[in-house]
């Protein structure tokens, strides 16, 4: 986890990104950082422990434990890995002119109130599937030149 979050730090580093902050809050893991005059924000649920059944005997509940914690670390190192390798990904593609930043990172583009992008258009694509209408996505209007 250390090695690919440090990787993904210097990666966007050089692509000029600033302000950027890891965070944790219990299996959430947070992304944030500032480019092009966009903020974004990329949410990463972390691999959980399943429920623990009582199990009879201290030795089981013990090697139980230790091989759980074993699997979720590996779990969440390939999680790591897996996101360093979609952050470069997008930033090659943003470099070499295939995308822009910004549509690349679209679903995580933090809008005025703090929602991101994806949090705002989730429950209308999915009302949108649900009822087999069309989406009703405002369309903005261009400021008025004045």
Do not use: C
């Not at 950082?33 to 509940?61: C, D, Y």
């Not at 434990?65 to 470069?88: G, N």
């Not at 009302?127 to 069309?134: A, R, T, V």
């Amino acid at each position: 986890m250390g090695t690919s979050r440090q990787h993904i730090e210097s990666a966007l580093a050089e692509s000029g990104a600033t302000d950027v902050l890891f965070s944790q809050r219990g299996h959430l893991h947070a992304l944030a950082f500032r480019s092009q005059g966009r903020q974004f924000r990329i949410i990463l649920s972390a691999p959980r422990p399943p429920g623990n059944p009582a199990l009879p005997g201290e030795a089981a509940i013990w090697s139980r434990h230790e091989s759980t914690s074993k699997t979720l670390e590996l779990d969440a190192r390939r999680l790591w890995h897996a996101f360093a390798l979609s952050i470069d990904a997008k930033l090659a593609a943003a470099a070499a002119g295939v995308a822009t930043l910004e549509s690349e990172f679209l679903a995580h583009v933090v809008l005025p109130g703090n929602h991101t992008v994806i949090d705002e258009l989730e429950p209308v694509i999915a009302s949108s599937y649900q009822s087999g209408q069309p989406p009703l996505i405002r369309t903005a209007t261009p400021p008025l030149d004045g």
